[in-house]
């Protein structure tokens, strides 16, 4: 189906270890975004990425990597998980013709680490 | 500091009654504006957003919003309330200037629409 998907649904993970989480979207949209949303804070961005191989940090960048070596696929790793990174973590798209901040936005990922 | 604000937590109203979420936002320029719907479980879904013209901005499954610059402002109304509108509503802001693309979030604004 067309649209985008992220994967895992559900993640539970022991403090020091490393996680991806997955995002791929099948609009072949410019930007893509990684958000966490947690109860206080509502969302908040951790790397956007404009194009293929062209990313920048948001709010909340410490102790994430991402990459983006395909346009469609924009990946978010976890260095050395710590329970402060327990949360919703949301992948979304734009595309600038549409309007850049019409986004679109994954299912989420909730992940615990323990 | 640019912030937007959503000041109440919670709104409830009954099936059939008008709504209103409250958005009031502090940015320099003319910003662009943006609501956001989240169900239980999912990810957000736009909804509307003002860029410039007509202050009342019409957007998907019968909301509207309407900006109101002197008083900083982008409520979120319908004139006859759902069950099934009963969601978590997030207010956007983007600075008009700069090359700043990032979305400025409101913390949300839980909806209840009672039968």
């Known amino acids: 189906d067309a649209g985008i998907t992220q994967s895992p649904r559900y993640k539970i993970t022991e403090t020091g270890r490393q996680v991806t989480l997955m995002c791929h979207q099948t609009?072949?949209?410019?930007?893509m975004f990684w958000y966490r949303q947690d109860l206080g804070h509502g969302l908040r961005l951790i790397y956007y990425?404009?194009?293929?191989?062209?990313?920048d940090k948001g709010e909340v960048p410490d102790g994430y990597v991402v990459s983006r070596s395909k346009t469609e696929n924009f990946p978010l790793t976890l260095e050395s998980a710590t329970r402060s990174q327990t949360s919703v973590y949301f992948c979304?798209?734009?595309?600038?013709?549409?309007?850049?901040?019409?986004?679109?936005f994954g299912s989420g990922t909730q992940l615990s680490v323990l | 500091a640019q912030s937007v604000a959503q000041p109440e937590d919670q709104v409830n109203v009954a099936e059939g009654n008008p709504l209103t979420v409250k958005c009031t936002y502090s940015?320099?320029?003319?910003?662009?504006l943006f609501w956001y719907v989240q169900y239980p479980n999912r990810g957000l879904q736009f909804l509307l957003k003002y860029i410039t013209g007509d202050n009342l901005v019409k957007g998907s499954y019968g909301f509207e919003a309407e900006f109101n610059k002197s008083q900083t402002s982008f409520h979120l109304k319908k004139p006859s309330a759902l069950v099934s509108d009963s969601a978590l509503y997030f207010c956007?802001?983007?600075?008009?200037?700069?090359?700043?693309?990032?979305?400025?979030w409101g913390l949300g604004t839980s909806l209840a629409v009672n039968p």
């Open positions: 940015v320099s320029g003319n910003p662009y």
């Open positions: 609009w072949s949209h410019s930007y």
């Open positions: 990425s404009a194009a293929a191989d062209i990313t």
């Open positions: 956007a802001v983007r600075p008009h200037y700069g090359n700043n693309r990032k979305l400025i």
């Open positions: 979304a798209s734009s595309d600038p013709g549409q309007g850049y901040e019409k986004l679109f």
